[in-house]
């Protein structure tokens, strides 16, 4: 039997922290992404448990709201594939929507991680 272990790479548009730091300062922008990761982590866990529920009204509607948290603080990433879910959901896809959920939960733990680490905004 193989197991299949995807590695997930996660992008972080440096250019848009950047930009929160210019717009909001150094503390502002570090305010405004520690919300972030906070309101991604609940969406996340949410989001699973929709699945888990099959309650595809709840699941969109919160995918949709990661994909405006995870643009603003410039996670491609996890905004792509948010969308992703979004349309497999629209599209009425099960199977897709199985393999596309799945791959939001990698991506969003590695976008948590990826984010924590580099929480220092100053860099």
Do not use: F, Y
């Not at 969406?43 to 995870?70: C, H, N, P, Y």
Request: charged share 25%.
């Amino acid at each position: 039997m193989t197991k299949l272990a995807p590695r997930e790479v996660v992008r972080l548009d440096h250019g848009c922290v950047q930009d929160l730091c210019k717009q909001l300062g150094l503390n502002g922008a570090e305010d405004v992404v520690c919300r972030a990761l906070e309101d991604m982590a609940e969406r996340l866990a949410t989001i699973a448990q929709t699945a888990r529920l099959a309650s595809l009204e709840d699941m969109r509607k919160t995918t949709r709201g990661l994909v405006s948290v995870a643009d603003q603080i410039g996670m491609t990433t996890l905004a792509t594939v948010s969308r992703d879910v979004v349309d497999c959901i629209d599209g009425g896809d099960g199977v897709a929507l199985a393999a596309t959920h799945a791959r939001l939960m990698r991506v969003g733990d590695r976008s948590l991680s990826a984010l924590w680490d580099t929480q220092d905004l100053s860099v």
